[in-house]
């Protein structure tokens, strides 16, 4: 089941071997690519089309996390004369993007599964945190992403000011890739 236009959806050789482990050979899979409250835009190699999820597997969802998140691979039946797909399975995640969820809960929010790269934002120009950008570096880690930091804004702040934002990165011990970018001025730096 390596389908090229699988594969340009991120499609491998782990994947297939669970749907060959868990279910009929045939079996349609596609990826979510978006989360709209009960419905879902998934992907595979016919195109884009919306799906639902199934009774039982709501039903035997025990939290939300277990549940489909955009980068899912999941199990779904689909007849041409279905305007909606029905989604019987979640693949396992190979990665995870995951927060703690809002509230008093102790439950976690999926954001996000199977990426292999995480690129973490932050702004030169006001918006530079060196707390907020480590809790984010330590989520991609966590859940098995490689990350890597994007400062933007250049161009609004003096180049000793980058440095100086690098410079903070490093003597707290973060080893990832840092990339500078300026949108306006298209100024970039590794």
């Known amino acids: ?14 994947f297939a071997e669970q749907v060959s482990a868990q279910c009929d050979p045939a079996a349609t899979v596609a990826r979510v690519a978006a989360v709209d409250r009960d419905q879902l835009l998934l992907l595979n190699a016919s195109g884009a ?9 709501l039903y035997d969802s025990v939290s939300s996390a277990q549940l489909p998140c955009v980068g899912d691979w999941v199990r779904v039946e689909r007849s041409t004369a279905d305007q909606f797909g029905l989604v019987h399975g979640l693949l396992a995640r190979k990665t995870s993007l995951r927060r703690k969820a809002a509230g008093e809960s102790v439950e976690v929010q999926m954001i996000a599964a199977n990426v292999d790269v995480v690129i973490v934002v932050q702004s030169c120009h006001y918006d530079f945190n060196l707390k907020r950008l480590e809790r984010y570096l330590v989520m991609a880690r966590d859940g098995g992403a490689t990350p890597c930091i994007l400062l933007t804004k250049t161009d609004l702040v003096e180049p000793a000011v980058v440095a100086a934002q690098v410079a903070q990165i490093r003597s707290a011990g973060i080893d990832a890739p840092v990339l500078t970018l300026s949108n306006f001025t298209g100024d970039r730096r590794c």
């Open 1 to 14: 089941m390596n389908n090229p236009n699988l594969i340009a959806l991120g499609w491998d050789t782990w």
């Open 49 to 57: 089309f919306r799906a639902k999820l199934a009774g039982k597997l």
